[in-house]
């Protein structure tokens, strides 16, 4: 079955065979990355225009390195240093983007739904790259894919997610994807980061106690706290939270033995997560990493070409 | 109404690749730095029987690798429904091996020079040999194959398919009109 979607947006519009999909294509593509010669003509003549209104290194990075593997020309726009410091509409620079022809607009944006409004707007295609709280499709798929390479299957799995679970949109993006693939998902996190209603997507536990969600738990994964934003005001004070919330060895043997730890990074260390776990044999972040670039790869490769569906 | 035509039966099909792999033996003197790259996906189980009948023969183990061309394709932006990315998996270096290239069927020769692209794109082998199960005609490209099971006539309109069982092991050649 092929891939018909022009845009991914969120995780939450794929359906299961569309998901397994892009994850096997990433599978078979992470060996181009271990060649000598990165790189294969596929999208030779495409242009990938990042377009960050957020500041990222990882993501950017990574979608840049995709675009070059893959042979398009990928061009990095951050709007720090662009005209939307001047006082630019989205739609505005979207006209002007376009007007360039670009293939692929990757798009961070710090508002929920800027891309649907983008994506509305122009004929090339929108990958989210992360949008305010809402989804950040690219790392759920990462992380999904780091999870099966793990265990060969993601029905079934236990995950718990811990950490600031309201601003999250990785967190958003692999509850929608775990949950669409048949893996039972365990929320812990501060009250004043609940989202209220969250078990109402279904196959979702909401845990008072850190401990109960990293029970028997074969995925942890632990959410970056926003110390420069929402940190500050929704809890006390960060020993607190990391006495609470934090991830220490002791709470991770309550997990099973193969269980492996999960970040997206950038890591507080001492905070959220103990610097020992962080360096553990059990700690695949650097594994998402790397797997990062292969999910990226396949999704540019899956909606160059691609038609709306109807 | 489809009508199907046998072209090669099970022992046809063997009797093909024991005289292939002779073949492959004669014109390279042996098995010296000679490594099997098969097409995925029927290129693939039939450079693993072609490597079997040339251990079988030799006594010494010939590598068996896969090339998935997808990526090479020249044809990506006219599917409009991508297909699915195959893996490649090549356990050692192309550099200075003589690479024989298997695929089932040789028909418009665009998969070969993707193939070829792909092999390129890991190292510089000292030759590339092109062995294949069929020749149905009809290139579009100047490319033709080093060793071949069976020449058959087709018209463009007509399909050949090369049958496997549930072990990969080659079972029949099948032209559909």
Known sequence: MGFRHKDIIALKDLTKEEIELLLDTADNLSEINQRDIKKVPTLRGKTVINLFYEASTRTRTSFEIAAKRLSADAVNITASTSSVVKGETLSDTAANILAMKPDIIVMRHSVSGAHEYLAKRVSCSVINAGDGAHEHPSQGLLDMLTMRQKFGKLAGLKVAIVGDITHSRVARSNIYGLTTMGAQVFLAGPPTMMPPGIERLGNVTVCKDMREAVDQADVVMMLRIQLERQGKTLVPSMREYSRYFGLNPAVLDLAKKDAIVMHPGPINRGVELASSVADCDQSAVLKQVENGVAVRMAMLYHVCGGEPVE | ?177
Request: proline share 4%.
């Open chain 2, 1 to 177: 109404m489809a009508e199907n035509t046998v072209i090669l039966d099970g022992t046809g099909v063997k009797r093909a690749l024991t005289r292939i792999a002779h073949e492959v033996l004669e014109k390279n003197k042996g098995v010296e730095g000679l490594v099997l790259v098969g097409i995925r996906t029927g290129g693939v189980h039939l450079a693993q029987e072609l490597g079997a009948r040339l251990s079988e023969i030799e006594g010494v183990d010939v590598p068996v690798g896969a090339v998935d061309i997808t990526m090479y394709r020249d044809d990506i932006k006219g599917h409009h429904e991508h297909l699915p990315v195959g893996k490649t998996e090549l356990p050692f270096s192309v550099e200075g091996k003589k690479v024989v290239l298997v695929d089932d069927v040789l028909f418009t020769g665009r998969t070969i020079r993707a193939a070829m692209d792909a092999i390129f794109d890991q190292g510089r082998p000292a030759c590339l040999q092109l062995a294949v199960l069929v020749d149905r005609g009809h290139r579009d490209l100047p490319i033709r194959a080093d060793f071949v099971g069976r020449n058959v006539p087709t018209s463009r309109s007509e399909n050949i398919m090369v049958a496997f069982d549930a072990d990969n092991k080659p079972t029949e050649v099948i032209l559909q009109k």
